[in-house]
Structures are given as structure tokens and as C-alpha cells.
């Protein structure tokens, strides 16, 4: 077996490493549209009769000292929903490389730890942009919708999202070693997080226990900043929180990345 040091010593890509990662992904994505129609049916579902519904009994929502229309309001939580889960395809691919000796093959080929972080997101990434411009695009025909040009903005931090969480995976993936342990773990980690994330209540009406919760959830200030753009609200706070733990999240993973023994550990 070769250790992780003969690998970072061995040959570089470059920015061509990236692009083949890149090409690899989009022919996987090809092979796999089936997954980007199935997952938006959910999302989808969710405007039309979960926001639409909720908009036409209570109205509008206050948030942060602003009051915002309901649908828009749980837009957002859609945008985030659906990245989240497509987070399971980024994990569902790591684990495949690692199973296959495919994740060793690439770093041994020159595909370096930050190329093939950049790499893995793409599926997810895409999978987010389609559903988000998809909801956008209905939810500006159902009424409710914020300026475009904050819907672009927001796509940003939609990227920045799956890199900060395809990092955060890639670094509990290492540590998986069968598909029983991923599912197990994709459960009692995954879930939690989504739910205790203010997608669709008002964090600050939440009960303390809920708002203690969600003030240590990541995805809790993800939502929170691009709802800050959608609004137009004139704060950075969250915004920062969530660059800042992007940059941590996709060193630490590049970090283990290039300090990890990759073997064929899986039963």
C-alpha cells in the first residue's frame, strides 16, 4: 500500500486534473438525470401546496424587523432543503471512489486533494442550480419573489453551501467503511441538522431550547444569510459566519485528504 506522501509527491494535473474531474462528474450527472427529475418533485411540492398554503391562511412572516410574504420566506428553506439533500449524491460518490480505489488512482494520477474537492461538488452543484432556478422561475408565476439579481447572489452562496458541506462529508466519509456505516451515519447526522435549521419557522418566535440548537447548526446561518440578501436587510453577520466556515471546512478536508492512507477498507 502507498502511503499518502508517495501520492502527494507523485504527478500533478493542474487545472487539467480539475477538468477531468469536472468531465467525469457531468458524464455520471448525464448518466444519473433521472436523480436531478425524481429530486425535484419534493421541492416542488413544497411551494405549491406546503408555501402556497401556508401564505393563503397566516399571510406574511416577520424576519429580522422586516415583513416578508410567507412564500418567499420558505422559498429560501427550499433553496437550502434541496441543497442539503443533494449532499447525499456527494457522499454517495466519495464513497464510491473509496470503495473502488479510485479516490487513491486520482490523487495518485495527480488529481490533488483541493482539485478533487472542487471536483466531487459538481454533481450537487448543479443539482442545486437547476432546482433553485426552477422554484425561482415558479414561484415568480405563483407571485412573491425577490429581485433576480439577489436570486444570483443567492445562487453564490448555494455553491459556497455544497462546498462548505461536500468538505464537511468528505471528511466523515474517510472514516466510513461500508455502505451500512454511510447510511447510519447519512441518518443520525444528516437529518438532525436539516430539521433543526429555521427553513420554515421564524428563529426568533423558535422556543430556546430550538433557537440554542440552531445557533450551533451551520445550515442555521446558511439559510439565515441568503434570506438576509433576499430581503435586502443590510447584514453581514451571517454572511461572514458562512464564508468563514466554508474556508475552515474545505481546508480541513484537504488537510485529511492529503494525510489519509486510502486503502480498499470496505465489507
Known sequence: MLS????IKRGRLGGRGLQIMISNELKALWSNRQIIYSSLLSPILYLLFYSVGIQSTFGNIVFSGVEVSFLSYSLIGIFTMSLFKEMYQCVYRMIIDKR???LSLKLLNGVNPPLYILGISTFPIIGVLVQATILYALSAI???VFPFYRFCMILLLLITGVLFWASVLICVALLVKNYKQRDFVMDTLMLPILFAAPLFYSFENAPLVLRAVSAVNPLSYQ???MRMIAFGIPEIRD???VLVLAVIAYLSAIFFLSRTDFQNDEH
Open 239 to 241: 454572511i461572514a459566519i
Open 223 to 225: 439559510v439565515q444569510a
Open 142 to 144: 405563483i407571485g412573491g
Open 4 to 7: 499518502h506522501k508517495m501520492y
Open 100 to 102: 473502488w480505489g479510485l
